[in-house]
């Protein structure tokens, strides 16, 4: 890994907006103080600021100047290349496993996310305030400002100087990052991760919470050319209960909902007893609270997501060679070892046309590689990129997969029941799975 060091185009003195630290990234020179940065992985600073590609970064080379566990605020000029994944990061400072903080983009939106411990999953909460109505646009250059105010328990987003909610995100204390301030990039289970592509550059932090008309003030102080500083459409209040479910809805009356962040946008019908667990930009989520289950195997649901692909038999990967329309997918299930196809239907779900398999394991099946050493199951889905998850059959369950052909790829929707609760003909027929999906439909 090949390193490139110098101070890059900025001071750790205090400058006239009170900044601790000022990086306008665009040179190796330094311009005052000795804030060293390592620049990594094809980085590189140019007339406009740090160009990243999709796998470099910049690094402090030691351990960041913000003390994360006590009031701070960051902001960032960044210009994204190209359409972005659903997480990219442009600033964060790491932890053992994962960051403090997140600048930039996270569930598909513009963002600023905190977290109160250092890990990654169900058990670690993610606070996030964002601009949900804001379309992240390729080559267009936008101010990101995250403010943390310890004494207040709240972190706020602003978009190009203005706040995107009315009170920012609630949040227990965030703990003290101890690990290098990173840009470009974040860092998860330990890992390098989120990585952003595009330029960014005047980087400043300091070690308080700036005020509406300071974060105002600081936006509108040497802007990019080129750029503009729209005023965003004010998100609306989040009141999904789940802190990694992005604009869900939660706990749903009888109804028909459209989704916000997911593509294609889907509109869908629920009796009532049913909730809306995740909405973004690759996942959504339909379920029945008393279907939620405990164990390795979970609870019964509806899942649909953009783009999945067939997963490897061993290793959260995609199957190398299999192709991403419907007729390519299914004909891979057909023949995966280990699974039985009780039914294979062509359908127009929605508006899109496709396949539906009925799936199962055979209770006999012993895979080569089971999962945490004991579980005998055959990988189904995995993440094309916007989605993101990695699910597996076993004999305790069953699946309608719904293949359908979109926009040069593909959207899925799983329903997975469990057998300790219902066999999938019930779950389908009398749960009231099978009338929800047939009320789908999709956005052109």
């Avoid at 406009?48 to 701070?72: K, M």
């Avoid at 299930?333 to 699974?339: A, C, F, H, I, K």
């Avoid at 990129?385 to 293949?403: C, E, I, K, N």
């Amino acid at each position: 890994m090949a390193a490139l060091i110098g101070t890059l185009g900025g001071c750790t003195t205090p400058g006239e907006d009170g900044a601790d630290n000022a990086w306008s990234l665009t040179s190796p020179d330094a311009s005052g103080g000795d804030a060293v940065l390592a620049v990594e992985d094809g980085a590189q600073w140019t007339d406009e600021g740090l160009a990243v590609n999709g796998t470099g970064y910049a690094t402090t080379e030691t351990p960041g100047p913000i003390a994360t566990d006590a009031s701070f605020t960051v902001t960032a000029w960044a210009r994204p290349t190209g359409r972005l994944g659903e997480y990219a990061v442009v600033l964060s400072q790491a932890g053992d496993l994962a960051g403090a903080f997140f600048l930039g983009v996270a569930e598909g939106m513009w963002s600023f996310s905190v977290k109160p411990e250092d890990g990654n999953g169900d058990a670690f909460v993610t606070n996030r305030d964002r601009a949900t109505q804001v379309e992240v646009q390729p080559d267009a250059w936008v101010h990101l400002t995250g403010v943390y105010d310890s004494e207040a328990g709240r972190a706020t987003f602003f978009l190009n100087g203005y706040p995107v909610s009315e009170h920012g995100v609630a949040t227990d204390p965030v703990y003290a990052a101890q690990g290098p301030l990173l840009f470009g990039r974040a860092q998860a289970h330990g890992q390098p991760s989120d990585f952003f592509t595009g330029m960014i550059t005047d980087v400043r932090t300091w070690p308080r919470a700036l005020s509406a008309d300071e974060v105002s003030a600081v936006a509108q102080d040497d802007v990019p050319e080129g750029a503009s500083l729209d005023q965003p459409d004010q998100s609306a209040a989040s009141v999904c209960p789940n802190p990694h479910g992005g604009l869900c809805r939660g706990v749903l009356d009888a109804g028909t909902y459209s989704t916000t962040a997911f593509a294609p946008a889907l509109s869908y019908t629920v009796p009532r007893g049913w909730q809306n667990g995740e909405d973004l930009p690759g996942n959504v989520l339909l379920s029945r609270p008393e279907d939620q289950g405990a164990g390795i195997w979970g609870g019964s649901y509806i899942g649909i997501y953009q783009n999945i692909r067939a997963a490897a038999p061993c290793g959260e990967v995609a199957q190398p060679g299999v192709g991403t329309s419907a007729d390519e997918l299914a004909e891979w299930y057909r023949n995966t070892p280990g699974l039985q196809v009780m039914d294979d239907t062509p359908v127009i779900t929605g508006g899109l046309s496709g396949v539906a398999l009925d799936l199962t394991v055979d209770d006999q099946w012993r895979s080569e590689c089971p999962l945490a050493g004991s579980i005998h199951a055959v990988p189904i889905l995995i993440g094309g990129g916007v989605s993101d998850l990695h699910h597996v059959l076993g004999a305790p369950l069953q699946m309608r997969l719904y293949l359908l052909d979109w926009n040069g790829g593909n959207v899925a929707i799983e329903v997975t029941a469990v057998l300790d609760q219902h066999d999938l003909s019930t779950y389908l027929n009398h749960t009231g799975a099978g009338p929800i999906v047939d009320s789908f439909a999709f956005a052109p």
